[in-house]
């Protein structure tokens, strides 16, 4: 009853969420402050009787929205969004990346991208990190591919790359294959390369409302790039799902675009708060990675970082931990709020693993 291509499928594994007390979830990433108050008040104002109509399937004012926040030149037609940005990147690997050639990425990365990768039979090259978990960009450049996909800051080190190390390996890589720069966490301290587009028509640039804007559970995402990437995109959409973002979530998005001071204003706090966290667990003794996401990927030398995973789980707070060699030893810790950080500091500075 089943097709044969369905046994072949290897899905991705997303952080749990148990239900046998309540817990402090710092295990996926999540925004801890709520949205914009523009998207409550837009969730009153949205009449039920719109749910009777289709959406745009182009969100042409979604994306007119947020060309103006991102400002800098972009314009409409450098935008797509879709379902997340998750759905994106399925539509982004289906379009731009080739099976004859390997697709190459980090070692240690989202883990969507080998998950899409087996979807289409598209090979890939697992590029190990440098020795300091950063992204080694020459080793990009051997051998033949076609395309790279990384996050930046990537995850889940944490770890930003300036925008010349990508400048750089734009310039030495072939101009017809795809460069997917993955900006999920870019407003927690980053600088876009939105600027390299104008110089480099293949850069794609993937970014997502579910982080900095507090939408993980709306779904919506997008994709800067030059027009003809775009119209790529919509293709690949026409052909799969005439309307992936629902007008709901059109509204909404549009109400987070129009409050950037909002998002400015907690996000810094995240960051800040991430900073402080970062340097008070490095006192104690504990080895933490430069993160400019809003996460820290972080070890207590001498434990496994399953141990540390689990002891901290009994003290109520969930954080993540990925069971591969070479970051075995570590957990990654989403940023709450300063209290929830503060929490967490204790109960990691303090008789953990007793
Ligand atoms: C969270 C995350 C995404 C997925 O975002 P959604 O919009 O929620 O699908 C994509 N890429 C990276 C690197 C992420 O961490």
Not at 70 to 76: M, S
Not at 134 to 163: H, K, Q, V
Request: proline share 8%; with cysteine; net charge neutral.
């Amino acid at each position: 009853m089943f097709a044969k291509r369905f046994f072949s499928l290897d899905p991705y594994v997303p952080g749990e969420q148990p239900k046998d007390r309540p817990y402090v979830k710092l295990n996926a990433n999540e925004n801890p402050y709520p949205p914009s108050p523009a998207v409550r008040k837009a969730i009153a104002s949205f009449d039920a009787a719109e749910l009777r109509l289709y959406p745009d399937p182009d969100a042409n004012g979604l994306r007119d929205a947020i060309a103006e926040m991102l400002g800098g030149g972009v314009t409409r037609d450098m935008l797509f969004v879709g379902n997340g940005s998750d759905e994106i990147l399925s539509f982004v690997f289906f379009a731009l990346f080739d099976s004859s050639l390997p697709l190459c990425f980090p070692e240690h990365t989202y883990s969507f991208y080998p998950v899409y990768a087996g979807y289409y039979g598209i090979p890939v090259r697992k590029i190990p990190l440098a020795s300091d978990f950063s992204i080694d960009f020459g080793r990009y450049l051997e051998g033949e591919s076609s395309g790279i996909i990384f996050p930046n800051p990537n995850a889940p080190t944490g770890i930003y790359e300036e925008p010349s190390r990508i400048r750089a390996l734009l310039s030495r890589y072939p101009g017809d294959r795809a460069v997917v720069v993955d900006e999920a966490y870019i407003d927690f301290g980053g600088e876009s390369v939105i600027p390299l587009l104008a110089e480099f028509p293949n850069l794609v640039i993937v970014r997502t409302f579910s982080k900095s804007f507090c939408f993980a559970g709306a779904r919506l995402g997008f994709v800067i790039a030059n027009p003809p990437v775009i119209q790529a995109l919509f293709t690949t959409k026409n052909s799969f799902n005439h309307f992936p973002v629902d007008a709901l979530t059109q509204k909404i998005g549009i109400a987070s675009c129009r409050d950037p001071g909002y998002y400015g204003s907690i996000n810094g706090e995240i960051a800040r708060t991430r900073d402080l966290f970062a340097r008070e667990l490095g006192a104690a003794g504990w080895q933490v990675l430069p993160s400019r996401a809003n996460f820290v990927f972080a070890r207590l030398p001498g434990v496994p970082g399953r141990d540390v995973y689990e002891a901290i789980k009994r003290k109520g707070v969930l954080v993540r931990h990925f069971d591969k060699d070479g970051i075995r030893d570590f957990v990654r810790i989403s940023i709450g709020t300063a209290e929830q950080m503060g929490d967490l500091l204790g109960i990691m500075k303090g008789d953990l693993l007793k």
